[in-house]
């Protein structure tokens, strides 16, 4: 039996358990008690901790990090992560102004620096201003948390989604435009499970 454990069990384990289910099983071994030896002490995971990582990688003060409720990004790190997303970002905040755009490599919308301080409603087209004000409109109110639309581009198939930013205590902070041409996602068909060779 020691063998089987040794050599088929235990190899398998280590092999198929993610670390956190082995937490799982250390945290609720008590309960079901211990054959022969008890251990002597509790297994606490190597866990790297990320912020004094952070602070010795930029020592000198110039990098720095901003600390999420999971987690934490250097400033460097972030523009590049919210760069590499595929699609377009745009935060607008509570008073309607534009703070904020990703610059992602495909953009569906070209902006330029120029939109950012100008009014959500300065960077639309006059006719569509009211669905604009709309839209900000129940987001502040609470009647609504997202809007979507979706048009076509040429060959491109837009999806262009509305969220509501709100604070934990449902304070409206302001609005995310997240805009994808999707065209590539409607034409996908049956699965994908392998890496592809290019």
Same mark, same amino acid.
């Given at each position: ?5 040794? $050599? ?5 384990? #280590?092999?198929?358990f993610? #670390?956190?289910?082995w ?8 309960d079901?008690g ?7 002490? =509790?297994?606490?995971?190597? *866990?790297?901790n &990320?912020? $004094?990582?952070?602070?010795?990688? $930029?020592?000198d003060?110039?990098?720095?990090? !901003? =600390? ?6 250097s400033?460097?790190?972030l523009?590049?992560?919210?760069n590499?997303?595929p ?8 008073? $309607? ?9 495909e953009?569906?919308?070209? *902006?330029?620096?120029?939109v ?12 569509? &201003?009211?669905v604009?004000?709309k !839209? ?14 979706? !048009? ?25 435009? &997240? ?6 996602v *409607? #034409?996908?068909?049956?699965?994908? *499970? ?5």
């Amino acid at each position: 039996m020691v063998y089987k454990e040794d $050599n088929i069990l235990l190899p398998l384990a #280590e092999d198929n358990f993610s #670390e956190d289910e082995w937490i799982t099983i250390a945290e609720e071994s008590d309960d079901i008690g211990y054959c022969l030896v008890e251990p002597e002490g =509790k297994w606490v995971p190597e *866990r790297v901790n &990320v912020e $004094n990582k952070e602070i010795k990688e $930029n020592s000198d003060g110039e990098e720095g990090y !901003i =600390k999420f409720e999971t987690g934490i990004l250097s400033r460097k790190e972030l523009p590049y992560i919210l760069n590499t997303l595929p699609f377009d970002i745009t935060f607008v905040d509570k008073d $309607n102004i534009v703070k904020y755009y990703s610059q992602g490599k495909e953009k569906i919308f070209p *902006r330029t620096k120029a939109v950012i301080g100008r009014t959500v409603q300065n960077c639309h087209p006059p006719a569509s &201003v009211h669905v604009v004000d709309k !839209i900000v409109e129940d987001f502040r109110s609470g009647k609504k948390d997202h809007e979507d639309f979706w !048009i076509k581009m040429g060959g491109k198939y837009v999806y262009i989604r509305y969220f509501a930013v709100r604070d934990e205590n449902g304070e409206y902070l302001g609005t995310v435009e &997240v805009t994808q041409d999707i065209q590539p996602v *409607r #034409e996908l068909q049956g699965e994908k *499970r392998l890496v592809s060779d290019e």
